[in-house]
């Protein structure tokens, strides 16, 4: 089962995706820039493999809904999200909200 329902940051609209598969979750907020994802996101593949598009995306680790990856925090981000301020340790919800700000 696919779950999209949208989601408000302080007053900032994002998407929330939730995707039921079998033994996992995939769990993505997101919004027309770019997105955080739960520990599935390879971001190693998205800084080498496709270096050439400017992916702002962050993944958390540990997080089993959509209340926890936006409660956590960015275990590794890709290096086009690091010109919006993101680092590993910061808080979701301050990364997406730096991006809605831009």
């Known amino acids: 089962m696919i779950e999209l329902k949208p989601i ?5 609209p994002f998407t929330a ?3 039921n598969l079998p033994h996992t979750t995939l769990l993505v907020i997101a919004n027309n820039k ?3 994802m739960c520990g599935a996101l390879d971001v ?8 050439n598009r400017p992916i702002i995306a962050g993944r958390a680790i540990g997080v089993k809904s959509i209340e926890d990856l936006q ?15 993101w680092a ?9 909200l730096l991006l809605a700000k831009a």
Do not use: F
Request: charged letters at 20%; zero cysteines.
């Open 44 to 51: 190693d593949l998205l800084n080498e493999k496709l270096a």
């Open 71 to 85: 409660n956590a925090t960015l275990e590794k981000v890709t290096n086009a999200s690091k010109s919006y301020g």
């Open 17 to 19: 995706i939730t995707v």
């Open 34 to 36: 770019g997105y955080v």
């Open 88 to 96: 590993p340790g910061m808080p979701v919800e301050e990364a997406l």
């Open 8 to 12: 408000y940051i302080n007053k900032y």
